[in-house]
């Protein structure tokens, strides 16, 4: 990116985030006309949220929806706003199987072949924490992880997203839940996914990237259905009761703003990573 492009407030930023519910939910009204982005202007990138991953570690995005666990190992390249983020409670990656012996299969994980949406994400880490001892994982596309399943191509699935609202209804069960598992043993939020720009900017298109964001976010909020297009156009067959459910789910305050609860609960995921030689010491400023 050259020196021009950094020091001017009004550049083109290419900007990666998810077609999912929730990320087309915040992103909506400042790629739409509907809030003053005082002056910057997007070129927008969808993909899953493990090809943003990937994408992140080239450095192919100025601004880009990156799992926790991802950007873990970013911090040098990216700073996380404080806007955008999707925390919460129960709300976390589910370990499932279409065997009805869930108890044998907790107890015997590390002979399993599991399905995972990606090696840098935040789910991934979440399963090594609780089962350090499942490492026959088979990465693919989230939305491709319940067929997967069914079909007995893994024994278990990790699943994210809209597919904690469609499994149990296609004869799925649930081993544990890593959300609930996180919840108890940090007593905190779970930190998923969060929004990310290049240190490289300037800290006034930073300060103006994240303070567009939370007007976005803000304005979803006040207009629920305004996003509804937009969320449509994007979600893979899925009705709008699960949409809604989906967006409950991943957008809440954390959103708005991390605050010093949101950002315990990150700085307490890296810390629990660091322990566990997951990632490298950090030492820069991970937040804006």
Request: proline share 3%.
């Amino acid at each position: 990116m050259s020196n021009s492009t950094i020091l001017n407030p009004n550049s083109l930023i290419t900007l990666g985030f998810s077609p999912c519910p929730n990320d087309c939910f915040i992103f909506d009204a400042m790629l739409h006309g509907k809030i003053d982005t005082e002056g910057l202007e997007f070129k927008v990138f969808m993909e899953d949220v493990e090809t943003l991953n990937q994408k992140a570690f080239k450095a192919e995005l100025d601004v880009t929806k990156l799992s926790y666990h991802a950007y873990a190992h970013l911090v040098k390249q990216y700073q996380l706003l404080n806007a955008g983020s999707a925390l919460g409670n129960n709300c976390g990656p589910l370990l499932i199987s279409k065997s009805d012996n869930i108890s044998h299969l907790a107890s015997h994980i590390s002979y399993l072949s599991i399905a995972i949406p990606g090696k840098y994400t935040t789910a991934n880490f979440l399963l090594s924490l609780a089962f350090p001892e499942a490492t026959n994982k088979v990465e693919m596309v989230f939305s491709e992880i319940e067929n997967a399943v069914l079909a007995g191509k893994v024994d278990a699935g990790l699943i994210i997203h809209e597919n904690r609202f469609t499994y149990e209804e296609k004869g799925l069960k649930k081993i544990i839940d890593l959300g609930e598992y996180w919840e108890e043993l940090a007593k905190a939020p779970i930190p998923l996914g969060g929004i990310v720009i290049k240190r490289t900017f300037s800290d006034e298109v930073k300060k103006k990237f994240d303070r567009v964001l939370r007007k976005s976010v803000e304005y979803a909020f006040a207009n629920p259905k305004s996003s509804l297009n937009f969320v449509k156009a994007n979600a893979q067959e899925m009705s709008e009761e699960v949409m809604y459910k989906h967006i409950d789910l991943y957008v809440n305050k954390y959103s708005v703003d991390l605050g010093e609860e949101g950002k315990r609960a990150v700085k307490l995921l890296f810390d629990k990573a660091q322990g566990l030689g997951v990632i490298d010491k950090i030492h820069e400023d991970i937040f804006l």
